[in-house]
């Protein structure tokens, strides 16, 4: 797996894990990203979470309008340049 698929599906895990905890419906995370400056249609917004289909820093905004304020990745399961 290429490095920024691995970080995309850690990413993508981690908003679906946090919204399903919270119980945070699509047009929740929709107004709370509007918040943010980020006008989104919630089922647009299902859309894109669900297949992956997003910039980092639109991922970041996700997190952020989760509750987010930290986000620690795993290390890499491929081989690593030092």
């Known amino acids: 797996m290429k490095t920024e698929a691995f970080i995309r599906a850690r990413v993508v895990e981690r908003i679906k894990e946090l919204r399903e905890r919270q119980e945070v419906p699509y047009k929740e995370l929709a107004r709370r990203l509007e ?3 980020v006008r989104i ?3 647009l917004l299902a859309k ?3 297949r ?3 910039t980092f ?3 970041v905004a996700v997190l ?3 509750g987010e304020t930290s986000f620690n ?3 890499f399961p491929g081989k690593r340049k030092n």
């Open 57 to 59: 820093s639109f991922g």
């Open 64 to 66: 952020m309008a989760l």
């Open 48 to 50: 894109r979470i669900n």
């Open 73 to 75: 990745f795993p290390a």
């Open 35 to 37: 918040g943010l400056g």
């Open 52 to 54: 992956g289909a997003f």
């Open 41 to 43: 249609d919630p089922k």
